[in-house]
């Protein structure tokens, strides 16, 4: 044993010397800031103002419109003012259930922000940027010419060939709407009589012109703001309050949701509790990933000292079964470090988060503390590598290049494919037949049992996989350490799997 630590060390020291091994420690904490950060910063900074024009050749949609898009922008300014009312410490009552319409109706912001003290030194309160932006149609555009006319003048402007302000050199056009006199002609109505089927609209359509579909938002205010205005006017138009139309609209039944594992007087569903059921699969994506990094290490350690004869150095002093656990052993150390850092900055950037505008970072921290997640994702990483290592080292031995270890390797990647094609399905069935068949299949143990952790398993599917995971976990160390004595020293082309196979079940000599 003495020996397979001090080769343990060794590889331990000449993983952590490596560039790849720090740049991959560091990369995690840093995805993880940037997946939460960088949309907060592109959304502030980066996403382009979309601009667009309207010609309203009907005269009856413009005023809602703007009012569409005023009501859109102020949900945000709502939403930014919640968060920094948050910050600060003492946000005003009410604030956190107000409705857009009285926010609006109360002059918005501003008579909030008299009420609430921001913290010594913190930033005062800064509107979000209006992010859709109606302008006026460039001078040479006349409005009351044919669409086809004004398409044709607009299309410089849509594909950046033009500039619509001259003076001060303004990007090019977002979009335009072309809303033609006969609109109304184009509005598709229910059949009075179905057997009619007279719901086909014979005017010509509005037109929305846009070089750039990717971002849909401009296009959805837009659709949903004449929708709405023409829904309106078919209630006047038949005697009915739009208002009180809305009313009933809104008007539902409550409904309250249980969860029967719950103790009494708790069984009522939270946001938490769909964030308790959902948390394992992102320890599921970093499980997988843990486990592929460093058998990925593993394997090209196992080579790299084959191919350069220093395997045969080394066995000169150890025997195969002492230099094969020293190699598990400290690939494990290092895989324990890069996990650990991992779970040091998720812990570190949800505590930052949490103490800020974030409540779902608080609620997150609060589940991590709170349940078993972290220790059953050590066990199963532990065990998992153990495993998957088995085979990774029953590869490496018999492969002098790594080009040889590709066919291998594409296989395997192939069977651990299947955690993250079911990553998400499982959460939704966390006790039903195909989680509980993956997670009787040992190379699948670790990932499946990981994300049915908050469904509360059968007992007897927590204790039967782990104990066969043990097992099973066990056996491959074995016959692998057979295949690693034989083919650690074997050169040429690597053996069949038949034959690889045949190592691991033949009587040691």
Not at 82 to 91: I, K, L, V, W
Not at 208 to 224: H, I, T, V
Not at 346 to 362: C, D
Request: hydrophobic content about 50%; aromatic content about 10%; some cysteine.
């Amino acid at each position: 044993m003495k020996y397979a630590l001090l080769i343990a060390w060794r590889e331990f020291v000449e993983s952590a010397k490596a560039k790849g091994f720090w740049l991959g420690l560091l990369m995690m904490p840093a995805m993880l800031f940037l997946s939460i950060q960088a949309p907060i910063w592109l959304e502030k900074t980066a996403t382009p103002v979309r601009t667009f024009v309207v010609v309203d050749q009907s005269n009856e949609f413009a005023p809602a419109i703007e009012a569409r898009l005023e009501r859109s922008y102020q949900e945000k300014v709502l939403a930014a003012l919640r968060d920094f009312a948050r910050n600060s410490g003492n946000a005003p009552a009410g604030l956190s259930k107000l409705s857009i319409e009285d926010f609006m109706a109360r002059g918005g912001a501003e008579p909030w922000l008299n009420m609430i003290t921001p913290k010594p030194g913190a930033a005062s309160f800064k509107a979000p940027r209006r992010m859709i932006q109606r302008v006026n149609l460039p001078e040479e555009v006349n409005p009351q010419t044919s669409l086809a006319t004004i398409v044709q003048s607009l299309k410089p402007y849509l594909r950046g060939e033009k500039n619509r302000d001259k003076n001060t050199g303004h990007s090019a056009l977002s979009a335009a709407l072309l809303i033609p006199t006969n609109v109304f002609a184009s509005v598709v109505r229910p059949a009075t009589d179905p057997a009619k089927n007279e719901h086909v609209a014979r005017g010509e359509p509005i037109q929305f012109w846009s070089a750039n579909n990717s971002d849909p938002r401009l296009y959805k205010e837009l659709e949903d703001a004449i929708n709405s205005e023409i829904r309106n006017r078919e209630y006047l138009a038949r005697g009915m309050d739009a208002s009180v139309i809305r009313q009933v609209e809104q008007t539902h039944a409550t409904f309250a949701s249980l969860n029967p594992k719950k103790e009494a007087g708790k069984e009522a569903v939270s946001t938490a509790d769909m964030i308790r059921q959902w948390a394992p699969s992102g320890f599921v994506y970093l499980l997988w990933l843990a486990i592929f990094v460093i058998i990925q290490m593993l394997l090209n350690n196992t080579i790299e000292e084959k191919s350069n004869r220093i395997i045969e150095v080394l066995l000169s002093s150890v025997t195969p079964g002492e230099l094969m656990m020293g190699k598990l052993i400290g690939i494990a150390a290092i895989g324990l470090t890069m996990v650990g850092m991992w779970m040091l900055a998720l812990f570190g950037i949800l505590t930052w988060k949490a103490g800020g505008a974030s409540e779902i970072s608080g609620q997150i921290l609060s589940i991590l503390k709170g349940s078993n997640l972290v220790l059953l994702f050590s066990f199963y990483f532990l065990f998992g590598y153990l495993l998957y290592a088995g085979v990774i080292l029953s590869i490496g031995s018999v492969c002098n290049t790594i080009k040889e270890a590709q066919s291998y390797m594409a296989v395997l990647t192939m069977v651990m494919m299947v955690p993250l094609l079911t990553m998400t399905f499982i959460p939704r069935d966390p006790n039903g037949p195909v989680a509980r068949m993956l997670s009787w299949i040992p190379l699948y143990t670790p990932f499946a049992m990981m994300n049915r952790a908050a469904a509360d398993p059968p007992l007897v599917d927590l204790i039967g996989t782990f104990v066969l995971l043990i097992a099973s976990t066990i056996g491959a160390l074995w016959m692998s350490g057979k295949i690693f004595r034989i083919g650690i020293l074997r050169t040429g082309q690597p053996p069949k799997i038949v034959e690889m196979v045949r190592w691991a079940f033949a009587k040691v000599r």
